[in-house]
């Protein structure tokens, strides 16, 4: 298996429910990045992970914990989530912070 | 504060050329990018720009301007297949990626 991948491919989760969302890749990177991309606006970063250490948090709320066990997996925990957080998660990963990201096919999370 | 602009949709016929551009206004410059993005995958990288000039590769090419603060992106004899969203995204002074909120482009027979 290459690249990176995500599960998983659709969510549907209630505002009081607990979920986690997984992102590997086998590309060897050092970077990991979580994005959150909503219909018609951009891609917005919400967590960046350098050599499994958290080098960006951009202002996420505390309901969205990122998680980052070593160099190829990245998870993000979800809980009591708003309907307003249903979009597509994307995870990236890039051989420095400086290179091109690569992206995994997304997470589309709907709550309900 | 920083901003970048692209067209929301574009339309263009099979055969023909089109021509996306991007305008931004960011904290600094440390390269360009251009994405693809088919609905409901993952962005796919295109091309990267730093310096000025014109970067071909294939039936893509992507061009910079660094004094005007912008990038095009150009797709020769289109196909069926390049019907997508075109992601342009600028690398800032602390090397944060700016992103557009995307070009659809449609290509019709």
């Known amino acids: 298996e290459t690249g990176v991948t995500q599960t998983p491919r659709h969510l549907v989760m209630g505002m009081t429910n607990k979920k986690s969302l997984k992102c590997e890749q086998h590309?060897?990177?050092?970077?990991m990045y979580w994005y959150k991309q909503s219909a018609k606006k951009p891609l917005e970063l919400m967590f960046v992970?350098?050599?499994?250490?958290?080098?960006e948090n951009n202002s996420v709320p505390s309901r969205f914990s990122p998680e980052c066990p070593n160099s190829s997996h990245l998870f993000l925990h979800l809980h009591t989530l708003q309907p307003e957080d249903s979009a597509l998660y994307l995870c990236?990963?890039?051989?420095?912070?400086?290179?091109?990201?690569?992206f995994g096919q997304g997470t589309r999370l709907t709550v309900v | 504060g920083q901003n970048i602009d692209q067209p929301t949709e574009m339309t263009a016929t099979e055969g023909a050329i089109v021509q996306i551009n991007c305008t931004y206004q960011t904290s600094g410059f440390n390269g360009l990018f251009w994405y693809q993005q088919h609905a409901g995958e993952a962005p796919t990288f295109l091309s990267y720009?730093?310096l000025d000039g014109l970067e071909e590769k294939g039936r893509f090419s992507s061009f910079l301007s660094r004094s005007k603060g912008y990038s095009y992106l150009l797709l020769k004899e289109l196909q069926m297949k390049d019907s997508a969203s075109y992601l342009c995204?600028?690398?800032?002074?602390?090397?944060?990626?700016?992103w557009g909120a995307g070009t659809k482009l449609i290509i019709k027979p």
């Open positions: 995204a600028v690398r800032d002074s602390n090397y944060q990626l700016i």
């Open positions: 720009n730093v």
């Open positions: 992970y350098s050599l499994e250490e958290r080098v």
């Open positions: 590309l060897g990177h050092n970077a």
């Open positions: 990236a990963s890039s051989q420095t912070e400086n290179t091109e990201a690569f």
